[in-house]
């Protein structure tokens, strides 16, 4: 096989791959707390024909070498964690974070999901949960008689009762961080999980020791900018179609040489 066939081929994988991560990032354009992923590629192994630094005389070494590469393939898909826009929403039970940290979520099985998604709700027992039921840790319990509810910066939960004349303190939301956000594995519903890579999470009040502070009544939009996205996707189906000639021009060497040699 013709060498550059292998290597175009690695080039049109690795551009397939890059276009699914634009359209994910275009899909997601609109999700609640989203980070932006980035396609991460490295060059393969290269067959080393002539070694830079050999001796080609015996006064005299080789200043560059012959080295012939096999292609591209990706290797990570990092995600951006930079700020969202904050919206405002106008929602007392909508929360946005200012900053580093993540809301701690309890999973079906026990273990903690974290999310940038502060879109939460009421269930009937008067718990704060997310839109798919999944609670708040610390959990955070809303009284039956509270008529209205403030969630201050540093994540101080209060309730303003019926027939009481000053709020009653009910929790405080406390926030996760992790030494290395791009670790956190992404399991979808806009939830990660902690790995090896992200460290363990260091848990602390809202607006304390490097965590972000608590917007009420707005949400953190996408950090996908549409016109970046766009540009990628010009720039990944231009260089999809490139490695798509290489492949067309290494197939006709192959049959001239066929036919006429």
């Given at each position: 096989?013709?060498?550059?066939?292998?290597?175009?081929?690695?080039g049109?994988?690795?551009?397939?791959?890059?276009l699914?991560?634009?359209a994910n990032?275009?899909?997601?354009?609109n999700?609640?707390?989203?980070?932006?992923d980035?396609?991460v590629f490295?060059?393969?192994?290269?067959q080393?024909?002539?070694?830079?630094?050999?001796?080609?005389?015996q006064?005299?070494?080789?200043p560059?070498?012959?080295s012939?590469g096999t292609?591209?393939?990706?290797?990570a898909?990092?995600?951006?964690f930079?700020q969202?826009?904050?919206?405002?929403?106008g929602?007392?039970?909508?929360?946005?974070?200012?900053?580093?940290?993540?809301?701690?979520?309890?999973?079906s099985?026990?273990?903690?999901?974290?999310?940038r998604?502060?879109?939460f709700?009421?269930?009937?027992?008067?718990?704060?949960v997310?839109?798919?039921?999944?609670a708040?840790?610390?959990?955070i319990?809303?009284?039956?008689?509270?008529?209205?509810?403030?969630?201050?910066?540093?994540?101080?939960?209060?309730?303003q009762l019926?027939?009481?004349?000053?709020?009653?303190?009910?929790g405080?939301?406390?926030?996760?961080?992790?030494i290395n956000?791009?670790?956190?594995q992404?399991i979808?519903?806009?939830l990660?999980?902690?790995s090896?890579?992200?460290?363990?999470?260091?848990i602390?009040a809202?607006?304390?020791?490097?965590?972000?502070?608590?917007?009420?009544?707005?949400?953190?939009?996408?950090?996908?900018?549409?016109v970046?996205?766009?540009v990628?996707m010009?720039e990944?189906?231009r260089?999809?179609?490139?490695?798509s000639k290489?492949?067309?021009?290494?197939?006709?060497?192959?049959r001239f040489v066929?036919?006429n040699?």
């Amino acid at each position: 096989m013709n060498p550059a066939l292998w290597v175009a081929k690695t080039g049109l994988d690795a551009q397939q791959m890059r276009l699914n991560v634009v359209a994910n990032n275009l899909a997601n354009v609109n999700t609640t707390g989203f980070k932006r992923d980035q396609a991460v590629f490295e060059d393969l192994i290269y067959q080393n024909i002539r070694q830079v630094g050999a001796q080609s005389a015996q006064d005299a070494a080789l200043p560059s070498g012959l080295s012939i590469g096999t292609g591209v393939r990706p290797v990570a898909t990092e995600k951006l964690f930079t700020q969202g826009n904050i919206a405002i929403t106008g929602n007392n039970m909508d929360l946005a974070i200012q900053g580093r940290g993540f809301f701690q979520i309890l999973q079906s099985d026990g273990s903690i999901g974290y999310t940038r998604d502060g879109t939460f709700q009421v269930n009937s027992d008067g718990q704060v949960v997310t839109s798919s039921g999944a609670a708040l840790q610390p959990n955070i319990t809303i009284p039956a008689n509270t008529q209205s509810v403030t969630v201050a910066p540093d994540g101080t939960v209060s309730a303003q009762l019926a027939n009481s004349a000053t709020p009653t303190q009910i929790g405080s939301i406390q926030l996760a961080d992790f030494i290395n956000p791009v670790g956190l594995q992404a399991i979808g519903q806009n939830l990660y999980r902690e790995s090896g890579s992200s460290g363990t999470p260091q848990i602390g009040a809202p607006g304390s020791n490097g965590i972000g502070s608590l917007i009420q009544g707005s949400l953190e939009t996408s950090n996908v900018n549409v016109v970046e996205e766009l540009v990628s996707m010009i720039e990944t189906q231009r260089a999809y179609e490139m490695n798509s000639k290489a492949i067309s021009a290494a197939d006709e060497m192959m049959r001239f040489v066929s036919n006429n040699l």
